[in-house]
């Protein structure tokens, strides 16, 4: 099992710098695109902007699936994935501790084995530097196309630029993660290894917590927005630029013929298209394999709360910088007079429910840390499927022995809303004919 590499970018970075209006396509296609989350719908505006015709099809509505109430984290210089080395030492006390963030449920399924093994096998050094290379590269991509696309509409979505405060809980953990910054400013990030006090000085609200950790490495232009709300906005946008959007509707099959895929099938009826691009998150799996395509994407199961601020005015009460705990895996995201919670990372397989425990997991973190932040009455749970894949990079592009008119632009894990419109401008890139060279390159995916 394998991936589309993403690692064009490192040779191709001209190509993917942000494209203005004015170079548009030579060639429209119709583009159907198969998923409305942050990840089709960003690839959507990509592909309209360049002149094509898109139609957007969703078995739900804009913005269902995972992009619902993720960690709402653009989180363009945390790529570091899951698959590290460091893996192996926290794996006993991840997998026996009884309030791990992680969680795995054995199943009788071949996929979820070749997922875990994918996973094990990806736990190397060498991969976890590699694959950090590549995204950070797809994220930097990515914050320059999100930008544009916020100047180019005023698009609010509770935006903010704030920065990032990760907080470690003693000096083995933050002596690694200062080694990881070192690693990460040859590549360009601005960071800075702080003490709890200095922490507390840019952050007030974590005053109460300031004797808890050991250090924070601070990233100050990190960012945060409502993925729901970006997704909304995109829809309406689009809508009014003239792209179809054919909602509750899922697609059922694809119909190939020879090396291209001629319709999606969908009960409301047949949708031709030029191109068609696969951004169903966890569902790629299913449609790609009635196709006889394997997509190394597996869910990875997390939870959210959100909760109403208690008193916005309060610079002591909730952080109004992103702040992660280190120690327990979770994020903290101001959006507006809200306070996004996130975490948890479960193999269960498609189980969409939410847990009682988990959620009263994330609201005793938030009262221990931000004590004032709300009064916790009125706590919005939920649950979503991160659309992992083993190494930690997103399948993109043509896949080996796959239709040449079928793109992917999945499996983001639990980057998605950063990497959404990075993604796109990749995507966008395989179908501009002036820069048929690299589309090759991109379709040079190892299966
Ligand atoms: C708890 C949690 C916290 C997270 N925090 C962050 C964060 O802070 N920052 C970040 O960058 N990322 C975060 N993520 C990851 C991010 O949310 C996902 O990577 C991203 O939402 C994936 O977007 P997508 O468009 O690929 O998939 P989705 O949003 O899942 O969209 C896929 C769409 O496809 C549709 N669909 C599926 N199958 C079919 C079918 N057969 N026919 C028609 N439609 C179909 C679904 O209805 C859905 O709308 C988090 C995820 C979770 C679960």
Redesign the pocket.
């Known amino acids: 099992m394998g991936e589309c590499a993403v690692g064009i970018f490192q040779e191709a970075t001209n190509v993917l710098e942000f494209v203005p209006m004015t170079h548009l396509s030579r060639s429209p296609q119709h583009v159907c695109i ?8 960003a690839t959507a505006w990509r592909l309209q902007r360049d002149g094509h015709t898109v139609t957007v ?19 363009y210089s945390y790529v570091q994935p899951l698959a590290d080395p460091s893996i192996w030492r926290q794996l006993p006390k991840l997998l026996l501790a009884n309030e791990s963030p992680l969680k795995v449920r054995l199943q009788m399924d071949p996929h979820q084995w070749a997922w875990g093994l994918g996973f094990l096998a990806a736990c190397r050094a060498s991969v976890s530097r590699d694959t950090t290379t590549r995204l950070l590269h797809l994220a930097a991509q990515s914050r320059l196309a999100f930008e544009a696309m916020r100047s180019e509409t005023a698009m609010d979505a509770d935006h903010s630029t704030t920065g990032k405060l990760v907080l470690y809980p003693n000096e083995s953990s933050f002596s690694a993660a200062r080694h990881q910054m070192a690693l990460q400013r040859k590549l360009g990030s601005e960071q800075h290894a702080l003490s709890p006090a200095a922490c507390v000085a840019i952050e007030p609200a974590l005053a109460h917590h300031v004797s808890r950790f050991h250090g924070a490495v601070y990233t100050p232009s990190e960012s ?1 927005a409502d ?1 729901f709300k970006v ?1 909304q906005a995109l829809e309406q946008l689009l809508r009014a630029r003239g792209v179809r959007f054919l909602l509750d ?4 099959g694809l119909v190939r013929l020879g090396d291209r895929v001629v319709e999606a099938q ?1 009960p409301a009826g047949a949708v031709h298209a030029d191109t068609f691009v696969m ?6 799996r ?2 790609a394999a009635s196709i006889g395509l394997r997509v190394p994407v597996y869910p ?5 709360i959100t909760v109403d601020l208690q008193d916005v005015a309060d610079a002591t009460s909730a952080p109004a910088v992103n702040v992660t705990d280190a120690e327990r895996k979770i ?1 903290f ?1 101001r959006i507006g007079q809200r306070l996004r919670v ?3 990372a479960e193999l269960v397989g498609e189980d969409r429910r939410i847990s009682n425990d988990r959620i009263a997991a994330l609201v005793s973190a938030t009262r221990d840390m931000f004590p004032r932040a709300a009064t916790f009455e009125h706590v919005h749970p ?6 992992a894949t083993p190494k930690g990079l997103p399948v993109l592009g043509r896949m080996p022995g796959g239709p040449s008119n079928l793109l992917f ?12 419109f990075g993604s796109a401008e990749y995507i966008a890139a395989a179908l501009r004919p002036e820069i048929r060279p690299f589309a090759a390159e991109l379709a040079a995916c190892s299966a």
């Open positions: 198969l998923g409305a989350g942050i990840v089709g719908l099809i969703d078995s739900a509505h804009s913005g269902a699936g995972a992009s619902a109430a993720n960690g709402a984290q653009l989180s945060a993925c997704c509707t899922p697609v059922t969908t951004a169903l998150g966890t569902g790629s299913h449609l990875l199961k997390g939870y959210s994020v995201a996130a975490g948890m939920w649950a979503g499927l991160r659309p632009n999945t499996g983001h894990g639990a980057l998605g809303f950063t990497l959404a």
